[in-house]
């Protein structure tokens, strides 16, 4: 069967939870195809309230971790099981304090990740974060 005839949305899942903020624009929160989750860049947005959570990078940070922690979950899949991170940073002199945070979620062995910092983020945030993980067996 040549790539053009094969039915991709027969084989991708979208994942939809209402623990993690709805998407924002033409994206799924996440996707799973091939035994992984392919999870969309999350922001700190607290889902039952919609709004930028406050408190500075870490209380952001945290919360990022938590709404990629629950699409995970809604995918059937957890933290334990990312292979790979992306950090994005609004100013990279909160690296060290979103490494702490980052580390209070992950085990060893860590994830593979990439951490950059940008000009701006959606809604002005401080870090958005970004996973692919394996699905839970």
């Known amino acids: 069967m040549s790539p053009k005839?094969?039915?991709?949305?027969?084989?991708m899942k979208q994942v939809i939870t209402d623990k993690a903020p709805?998407?924002?624009?033409?994206?799924?929160?996440?996707?799973?195809?091939?035994?992984m989750v392919y999870a969309s860049g999350q922001i700190a947005i607290n889902p039952e309230t919609g709004d930028i959570v406050e408190g500075g990078i870490e209380a952001q940070t945290h919360q990022v971790l938590k709404n990629v922690s629950n699409i995970l979950a809604a995918a059937g899949s957890s933290m334990n099981r990312?292979?790979?991170?992306t950090v994005f940073m609004a100013d990279m002199a909160d690296f060290a304090t979103v490494n702490n945070i980052y580390a209070t979620y992950f085990s060893e062995p860590y994830?593979?990740?990439?951490?950059?910092?940008?000009?701006?983020?959606?809604?002005?945030?401080?870090?958005e974060i970004e996973v692919v993980a394996e699905i839970e067996n």
């Open 5 to 11: 005839n094969i039915n991709f949305a027969s084989i």
């Open 22 to 35: 709805q998407a924002i624009g033409p994206y799924s929160q996440a996707i799973v195809t091939g035994g």
């Open 82 to 85: 990312v292979v790979k991170t």
């Open 111 to 127: 994830p593979a990740r990439s951490a950059v910092a940008v000009k701006s983020l959606p809604k002005n945030v401080l870090i």
